[in-house]
């Protein structure tokens, strides 16, 4: 299946595989925190499973936090008559005392989804860059801004050893929407700007470096009509605006990777962010499903 055979996605059963899940991730495993280090290994060993069904094969990236074994999880599809080589992320942890629906478990579900049916799309031939699909063990504090960060050490390794990344797309917080005009809200200065007030759009944000890939993503992603694209390009990696730093494309900023953040703006707009309320009941799974099209929109266009 190619690009211009994406209009027979069955986005209702892209749907279903995402809520089958969430559903894992929050109420069967539920906490994924490092206060929880059982749910967080059940949710590593699921992730590594449904690679598995995908027909990949998932290959651990371990290191220790705080006396515990943690691992990345980590699939690759190869490249079919392409050079260029891509990572898609999303951290599997979820912030203690929550079970981490939209935070991060939205994520994870879009990137267990892509990865399935981007792998199939091997079977119909076509040009296809090679895409590491990466589920990072930690995210949250206390590991975040450390160097057990999963993203951190993901970009440190590829750096180490040399590893060809073209791009980094880090998925963060993507499943939750509101349609209340003012329900959106912005960083400052952004909130001066003429972005929409409500929050049914995808955010897309990179850095100075990153601007071409912000722009290549969005051009793939309007020829999705059903999902509004909204993007950001920063200066000075971020500083100016910390809030757009806080997720797992930071570190590959930081070393010289072009990186972008795919998400629904997390505090910004969802009001559960960080809370017990955040739960799949919450989510919007169409919203999600069409994101997960938009992003086989770019996958299959990059040459």
């Known amino acids: 299946m190619a690009v211009g055979h994406l209009n027979e996605l069955d986005l209702a059963c892209v749907e279903r595989s995402l809520c089958e899940h969430v559903r894992v991730l929050t109420v069967e495993i539920g906490e994924r925190s490092v206060a929880d280090w059982e749910g967080h290994l059940r949710a590593a060993h699921y992730i590594a499973n449904v690679f598995r069904q995908a027909g990949l094969e998932p290959v651990e990236e371990p290191y220790e936090f705080e006396g515990h074994r943690v691992a990345n999880i980590l699939a690759e599809v190869p490249a079919r008559g392409s050079r260029k080589r891509i990572l898609v992320g999303a951290h599997y942890d979820s912030v203690a005392g929550t079970v981490g629906a939209d935070d991060n478990a939205s994520a994870v579900a879009v990137l267990l989804e892509t990865a399935r049916l981007f792998a199939s799309f091997g079977a119909h031939g076509g040009l296809a860059p090679a895409v590491q699909f990466a589920a990072f063990a930690l995210e949250e504090p206390p590991a975040y801004g450390t160097r057990a960060m999963g993203s951190r050490v993901r970009a440190r390794n590829a750096r180490k050893n040399g590893e060809r990344l073209d791009a980094m797309i880090c998925l963060e917080m993507v499943g939750y929407t509101c349609r209340s005009p003012g329900c959106q809200n912005y960083p400052w200065p952004l909130r001066f700007k003429n972005y929409p007030d409500r929050g049914d759009f995808i955010g897309i944000v990179g850095n100075g470096r990153s601007k071409g890939l ?35 494309h930071a570190p590959f900023w930081d070393r010289g990777y072009r990186a972008v953040m795919v998400t629904d703006s997390a505090f910004y707009r969802n009001p559960h962010y960080h809370t017990p309320c955040d739960t799949m009941e919450t989510l919007d799974f169409p919203f999600m499903a069409q994101l997960v099209k938009s992003l086989l929109l770019f996958l299959l266009q990059e040459r």
């Open 214 to 248: 912000v722009r290549a993503m969005e051009t793939a992603f309007r020829k999705n009509p059903h999902l509004p694209v909204v993007t950001l390009a920063v200066p000075f990696n971020g500083w100016l605006i910390p809030s757009v730093r806080l997720s797992d």
